[in-house]
């Protein structure tokens, strides 16, 4: 078999190109799975808070560290909105209560983005790797182009040879 520089940088421009069409759909599933960092990343975008105020609370039965609560709050403009809300807290902490005033943060770009400032601060790592997974599938998609197009230009570069 004969060495062919030519053919072995066409399977390095296929390989880079598979590889990075492969690897999107495992960073867009880690992106799902981090999808309050999407709520986050939005809200980051052009924050303002609210105050709140909560209007239940329930704590599961099999587990006392973890209570639901739901709140309301109304923005400048004049909308209201019902939310809940899952925390997790230390046996040590105290439990929210109803008619218990909280800050909420939300979005006035898109009213839909709305939560509690401590699930809002909580949510640091999530809005990172949400962040980090979108910024892969745009680059490894660069990639991809780059690679196919590449391609191209060789086999159209290959008629010479």
């Not at 062919?4 to 759909?25: A, C, G, K, N």
């Not at 309050?36 to 105050?51: D, F, H, N, R, T």
């Not at 587990?63 to 925390?87: C, K, M, R, W």
Request: overall charge negative; hydrophobic content about 45%; some cysteine.
């Amino acid at each position: 078999m004969v060495y062919y520089p030519r053919e072995e940088q066409r399977d390095v421009l296929f390989t880079l190109s598979s590889l990075s069409i492969w690897m999107i759909p495992v960073f867009a599933f880690i992106a799902f799975l981090a999808q309050s960092g999407a709520s986050i990343a939005v809200i980051k975008l052009w924050p303002a808070s609210a105050e709140g105020i909560v209007t239940a609370v329930t704590t599961m039965n099999n587990n006392s560290s973890v209570e639901l609560y739901e709140y309301s709050f109304s923005t400048p403009d004049g909308s209201h909105f019902i939310g809940s809300a899952e925390q997790y807290r230390q046996p040590s902490q105290p439990a929210h209560a109803v008619g218990q005033n909280i800050e909420i943060m939300y979005s006035p770009l898109h009213s839909g983005f709305y939560v509690p400032r401590e699930i809002y601060e909580g949510s640091r790592m999530n809005f990172l790797v949400f962040s980090f997974c979108v910024v892969a599938i745009f680059l490894l998609l660069a990639i991809s182009i780059y690679a196919l197009v590449r391609q191209c230009a060789h086999a159209r570069e290959d008629l010479h040879y």
